[in-house]
């Protein structure tokens, strides 16, 4: 339930420090991301699922560039198949990351952004070990404008995330993922 604490705190702290009264910093949307990879630590690849949520946030004195708070959660893919689940272990990963990114406008409705950032993740590789570990992350997104309101814009597109970490058991990840957000104009 921790985990679950920490989480709100870091998105409510983002999204406070987002209010007009703080002149410096807006908020410009957010958005979700599912999608398939693998991560690793000291042990071989494991095929996995991805669930993630992010805000984008606009540091005005960095006309060009953004900051992307996100949390993630990665699990094996076999735990969604039917099977005897008793005495079976799923290992899992979850982190927070904060990048800054910066894009490109390909045409009137195709975006290309990438960017950079640290990462903090928790292993759970292995079912008597957790290790939190920092570490990078590097990630590219083309996205599609598909519906555009009156003070915001729907995108959908593709994203591919990196990672890798310097703890104990250098565990790294690497995502492609569908990516839905609701960004602000």
Do not use: H
Not at 51 to 63: E, G, Q, R, T, W
Not at 87 to 104: F, M, Q, R, T, V
Not at 127 to 152: H, I, M
């Amino acid at each position: 339930m921790n985990k679950y604490r920490v989480c709100f705190f870091v998105f409510a702290i983002c999204l406070a420090l987002s209010t007009p009264g703080m002149a410096q910093i807006g908020f410009l949307g957010g958005g979700v991301d599912a999608g398939l990879g693998s991560f690793s630590s000291s042990a071989p690849s494991v095929t996995s699922y991805l669930a993630s949520a992010y805000v984008d946030l606009k540091y005005y004195a960095l006309p060009n560039i953004y900051f992307k708070p996100q949390i993630f959660y990665a699990r094996d893919v076999n735990i969604l198949l039917p099977e005897d689940r008793t005495g079976k272990y799923y290992p899992y990963i979850y982190g927070a990351a904060l990048s800054a990114i910066s894009g490109d406008s390909l045409s009137a409705s195709w975006t290309l952004e990438y960017g950079g950032g640290v990462v903090i993740l928790k292993d759970k590789t292995f079912g008597d070990l957790e290790n939190f570990s920092p570490g990078a992350q590097l990630n590219a997104s083309l996205l599609l404008t598909v519906k555009e309101y009156a003070v915001s814009k729907l995108q959908i597109g593709a994203t591919v995330f990196y990672g890798q970490t310097f703890g104990k058991t250098t565990p790294g990840y690497f995502f492609y993922a569908i990516d839905c957000r609701l960004r602000m104009k």
